[in-house]
Every structure is written in structure tokens, then in C-alpha cells.
């Protein structure tokens, strides 16, 4: 139990790098390491990530906000979509899921399904972060209505994500910003932590009721490790080909969502 716990410690540098170099993919890798390598229940597990992404996310946009990389106007554009589909999905469509309940004479409960979820997520996020090596940015463009309308689709998928399975949706962010509005990359990546950590926020504010579950010791812990490895990102970022490390970290998050979903299946049919 102890080995999981310091292994889950030291995969929390791995978010903070993760969020510090790219914006994106630190909060894929939240939910599983609060799930199978702290052994919170997925419902709950969810806030865990939430708590942690959105203080990280905020703390990694501060300095960004303070210099003026982040389009305040274009963040409004992703972020009130954003905000409103995280507080439907939390309050409504992931409490509309039961508890338990048969799919034929199998028993299926609410952790299943989300975890269930979550690898399908995941795989998706791997896939994109591996498609946007070949990706480049275009020259700034002024924004039009059918590029206003696809960035709040983007936004309310995002939203669902981050209220769903706790996901910040970076890897919808970053490239949305970067291909449809013609940010710097650097731009959109610090653009994605302000937006991240404002998703992340009210969606554990929307549901407050949890947070009597919460285990703060390991939380908190956990939570000022990732700060460390943000540090650590942030600094790397501009001395590192991020565009090239987003491929392989796809490539790692490939096998993890291979190794959920095997998981959560073998789990579902031995229930």
C-alpha cells in the first residue's frame, strides 16, 4: 500500500510537467493515479482531480495572465460554454447516472461507467496530442462567425469532459486556439491553463456536497508535488521541443487508456 502511495507522489511531478510544458494531459493522468493507485472511488475521484487540476492550472496561468499572453476576449468565447456545460453534466447528467444498475443480468455501477468513460477519453486525448505533431500554426486570422461557433463547440465539449471524468480538455484547447484562431502556440498553451483551472474550479464548486469525502492530507500532498513539476515544465518550455514531446506523450498515454479499459472489462464481466 505504501509503494502505490509513493508511486502515485512521484507521478504527480509528471502532472505538473505534463500541464507546465504543454497545457494539456496532466489532468488525463489525475483520475487513475487518485483511483487505482489511491484507492478513492471514481465519483469521488473525480473532485480529487478537479481540486488538484484547477489550483495547478491557476497558479501555472498567473504568470502568463500578469504578461499578457492570455486573449481575454478569446478565453470568454471558450470559457462561458465551457462553464455552463460543466454545471449541467455535474449536476445533472452524472447524477442521472444510477448507481447500480443491469445490463442484461450483469450488474453495472456508476464507477464502471465512468471509468469506462474515462479510458475512451483518454485514448482520444493520445490520439490528438500524436495528430498535432503534424499540425502547424497558421497566421493570426481575424475571428469570424463559423470560427466563434466551432470554438463554443469546443468549449461545451470540454465542459462535459472536465464534469464527466474530471478531464481538462487541453488536448481539445490548445489545438482549437492554435488552428482556428492562429495563437502562438506558447499563447494557447498558457490560454488552456487559465481556462482549465477556471473548468476544474466550478466544477467542484458545482458539486460542493463531496467535499466532506475528500482526504485532505493525500490531496494536499499530492496537489503541491504537481506544483513542483509545473515549475519544472515551465522552465523547460521554451527550451524544448514541445510540439515533439506531446507526440510521445501520446504514445504514453496510449498504453494507459489500453490498460484502463482492459481493466475496467475484466472487471465489468467478472462483477
Known sequence: MELLFIIGFLLAILV?????????????????????????EPQYALDY??????????IGSI?????GLIDLKTTAFFLVPSLLSVYLTKRYLLAAIPTQ????EIAV?????????????????????IRRRKQVEISAVTMHI?????????????GVMTGLVGAGGGFIIVPSLVLLLGIPLKQAIATSLFIIGLNASFGLVANYQL??????????????????GLQIGSKWKDKLEVVRLQGIFGYFLISIGILILTFEIIQFVNH
Open 49 to 58: 482531480s478537479l481540486f488538484s487540476i484547477g489550483i495547478l492550472a491557476i
Open 109 to 129: 455501477s456508476r464507477n464502471h461507467v465512468i471509468m469506462l468513460l474515462f479510458s475512451i477519453v483518454i485514448l482520444i486525448s493520445a490520439l490528438a496530442m
Open 16 to 40: 505538473g510537467l505534463s500541464m507546465g510544458l504543454m497545457g494539456s494531459g496532466g489532468s488525463i493522468l489525475t483520475l487513475p493515479i487518485f483511483v487505482y493507485l489511491f484507492h478513492i
Open 211 to 228: 467535499l466532506n469525502h475528500m482526504n485532505w492530507p493525500i490531496l494536499l500532498t499530492f496537489t503541491l508535488i504537481t506544483l513542483i
Open 63 to 67: 504568470k502568463p495572465l500578469t504578461k
Open 101 to 104: 444498475f443491469h445490463l442484461a
Open 146 to 158: 463559423g470560427q466563434v461557433l466551432k470554438i463554443i463547440i469546443a468549449g461545451l465539449l470540454v
